[in-house]
């Protein structure tokens, strides 16, 4: 008889891990020698590249067919960490090509095989031709394990010297896909299923990925039909369900407009950020350009009718067609376009003030209406404000109103400041906010002049519908009517945001010499805002952007280190929390009110794109300043993204002198940036080689005048321009 001959299966793993540091890789590590029976020194190791990283692949392995069970790890210098949980179980078949895709520290995971239609019944593992030993369940321990400890967990003994040949290769004409659940049983529902999908695995998983997408735009539109039909605690946890919360390490925002965008639009501003034509463009353009820069958040202009064209005096919320940016339509197109690929828009909320469509019998401009809305029967009246919702000792209130502006409310004299303690008000914005969420399709809110009104609204309006209810639901006396009552009024006044961030624009402290080092009393003011919205909401690092300019306009790097060594914006007290930037509509564009300088914006960049914290990068200096700058910002968009900058890491400043400022970010560091003028004037200039691809071979080095010098050999990449460099360690480098 023929020997009885078993054709190995194939295997591919793809895990999406962005915890690795400097130095680090992915491995998986399993049952089977094919994966290093459980020792990590012999774990299948993954590798990745810049383009598709935090993606990580193996080749195809040729692999015994049977049930395996499998954990990632990250191995480096400091050990092997494991990831928790329990073990992964995946059952192979035999001359089958399977794929698995997971996350590091997750436990849900796709594990995909191709076989053919007349197989599907009466597929079965292969017989054993060896006495291999059985999968070991027992989790391993999570968090580092030292090198020298780490061969020794859950060892297996048997191995085997077995060796195969690949099958032939699939015939894509007549492919399935066979799918398993979680513990590794064969779903047989979902593969008797015909498959209109290549073998091809990463397709597989777009397509899969993109029908995701689809049906979250499903759910979305049928809540929003569920809107004032159903309870809002009821529909805030449906919501919560198709909420994509923004990790903010991995956040991106780029403020779509400037002030003159009303304007340039000519009545569809939200087409040209949609577009794929714009003039003097090369390339990919519009949304597919900004994702492709590693842009994930659009921060969108005001959508509502507005008494100014720029939309910073609104008067009907719900009135979106009569917005000088835009139809509803084209705005929902342009959200559903960025949505297509992986990226939020968000809403520009402005809430402190709001005009009056008519006056009153004396004359007052505070009678307000709900135009906009009128096709939404449940929607009536939602809007009708009068002057009981203007706070009192407004020049609009009529003393109807039930309070004045709060202790540290700045005033608006333009139009009516608006009573945010009053509990109508409060219904009737979280249902607009909601109403911009499923309707509309906003993801995220940037709250503007929060200055107006209490941080304690901001995190009123932001609160997830999960959050803290418990605990605030303590006071109120037991019983389940009280209870229910409770709930419902809490989560009746939120609006599940991905993420939220506040305009709190306050001014900055100077003296004789011009803006003093210590600007501690105006990062407290920030750093108590956010903690007044249960910092539910992040802020623009105001402090961080004064600071940045003073110091790059007169050669003043001092002034980028604390008293205690740290960044001395909010960036260096509560990084989380701050979202740093350069310019916006206001300081910049054709108001310039408080503009950073034009030629050191490069230098700025260079700053907040290798810094912790979540940048906010500028319209004008993305799309309108040529393709060299919006080149250079992408190269440092993919320097931050490729050495995994994360939104607390720890900044090292080396130096921060009166023209070098020389930082290391990340922990252990992965970055390092250096700004200023090119000679530091104190032991020579930067070395040969640190520009363009010499920078790998030689040792950029130079001096702060504090006797030791301040940057070592970097085999790794550089970025660099007249006043700054960008150093990124080569493990990190992909």
């Not at 064969?186 to 049906?215: I, K, Y």
Request: proline share 6%; net charge negative.
């Amino acid at each position: 008889m023929p020997p009885n001959i078993t054709i190995p299966a194939s295997l591919i793993f793809e895990v999406v891990c962005a915890d690795t540091a400097p130095g680090e890789t992915v491995a998986v590590v399993g049952s089977c020698p094919e994966l290093g029976e459980w020792d990590p020194n012999k774990a299948l190791e993954l590798a990745t590249e810049a383009r598709v990283f935090p993606s990580w692949f193996s080749p195809a392995i040729p692999i015994h067919p049977d049930k395996i069970f499998f954990k990632v790890v990250i191995k480096g210098p400091k050990g092997v960490r494991w990831e928790g949980g329990d073990n992964k179980p995946v059952q192979l078949y035999e001359g089958k090509r399977s794929k698995v895709k997971c996350s590091f520290g997750s436990e849900d995971f796709i594990a995909a095989t191709s076989v053919a239609p007349k197989d599907i019944d009466n597929l079965s593992p292969a017989p054993e031709l060896i006495n291999r030993p059985k999968p070991v369940e027992e989790k391993p321990s999570g968090g580092y394990i030292a090198q020298e400890d780490a061969a020794k967990e859950e060892p297996l003994k048997e191995e085997t010297d077995e060796t195969t040949e690949q099958g032939p290769p699939l015939q894509k004409r007549q492919s399935r896909h066979l799918f398993q659940n979680s513990d590794g049983s064969l779903n047989m529902q979902m593969s008797r299923t015909a498959s209109l999908m290549l073998v091809d695995m990463d397709e597989f998983c777009a397509e899969a990925e993109a029908e995701e997408s689809h049906l979250v735009e499903l759910e979305r539109e049928r809540l929003n039909m569920q809107q004032r039909r159903v309870a809002s605690a009821a529909l805030l946890e449906e919501m919560a369900k198709i909420t994509e919360y923004a990790d903010p390490s991995h956040t991106v925002m780029l403020q779509g407009f400037n002030w003159e965008s009303h304007k340039a639009g000519k009545g569809n501003w939200y087409g040209i950020v949609e577009s794929k034509a714009w003039q003097g463009l090369a390339g990919a353009q519009g949304v597919d350009m900004l994702a492709d820069m590693g842009i994930t958040d659009i921060w969108l202009p005001p959508c509502s009718q507005s008494v100014a064209p720029q939309g910073y005096l609104p008067s009907q919320l719900f009135n979106l067609d009569a917005s000088a940016y835009g139809k509803k339509a084209e705005l929902k197109s342009l959200l559903k376009s960025l949505h297509a690929k992986g990226m939020r828009g968000v809403a520009d909320i402005v809430i402190n003030h709001r005009c009056g469509d008519k006056q009153d019998e004396q004359g007052r401009w505070n009678v307000f209406t709900s135009t906009g809305i009128e096709s939404r029967k449940s929607f009536h009246g939602i809007m009708d404000w009068q002057g009981w919702a203007i706070t009192l000792g407004d020049q609009f209130s009529d003393g109807t109103g039930e309070r004045g502006p709060g202790h540290y409310d700045g005033k608006f004299d333009a139009a009516p400041d608006i009573d945010h303690g009053n509990k109508k008000v409060q219904g009737s914005i979280a249902i607009w906010l909601r109403w911009l969420r499923l309707d509309i399709g906003f993801d995220a809110w940037r709250f503007d002049f929060v200055k107006g009104y209490g941080a304690e609204y901001v995190g009123h309006y932001c609160r997830k519908a999960a959050d803290d209810l418990l605990t605030r639901c303590e006071s109120v006396p037991h019983g389940i009517d009280n209870r229910r009552v409770a709930w419902a009024w809490l989560r009746g006044k939120k609006s599940e945001p991905s993420w939220a961030v506040g305009e709190l624009w306050l001014d900055m402290e100077y003296d004789h010499d011009g803006l003093k080092y210590n600007q501690d009393k105006h990062r407290q003011d920030t750093v108590n805002w956010i903690n007044g919205t249960d910092k539910e909401s992040t802020a623009f690092d105001f402090t961080t952007k004064g600071i940045l300019q003073e110091a790059v306009r007169n050669t003043q790097y001092w002034r980028l280190k604390d008293s205690n060594g740290k960044p001395p914006g909010l960036l260096g007290w509560m990084p989380t929390h701050a979202v740093t930037f350069l310019d916006n509509h206001d300081t910049g564009s054709t108001q310039g009110h408080w503009p950073f300088p034009n030629d050191k914006v490069l230098v700025g960049y260079a700053y907040i794109l290798t810094h912790p914290g979540i940048p906010c990068i500028f319209w004008d200096h993305v799309c309108d300043w040529g393709e060299d700058m919006r080149n250079r910002i992408k190269a440092l968009l993919q320097l931050r993204r490729r050495a995994g900058i994360k939104v607390d890491d720890k900044v090292q400043i080396l130096c921060a002198d009166h023209d070098l400022y020389i930082a290391e970010i990340g922990s252990p560091p992965a970055l390092r940036v250096a700004l200023g003028p090119k000679h530091s004037g104190v032991d020579g200039s930067w070395s040969p080689g640190t520009e363009g691809a010499d920078a790998r071979r030689n040792t950029p080095r130079a001096s702060c005048g504090t006797g030791h010098p301040t940057c070592e050999k970097l085999n790794g990449c550089v970025c660099s321009s007249e006043d700054y460099r960008v150093w990124i360690r080569a493990s990190a480098a992909g």
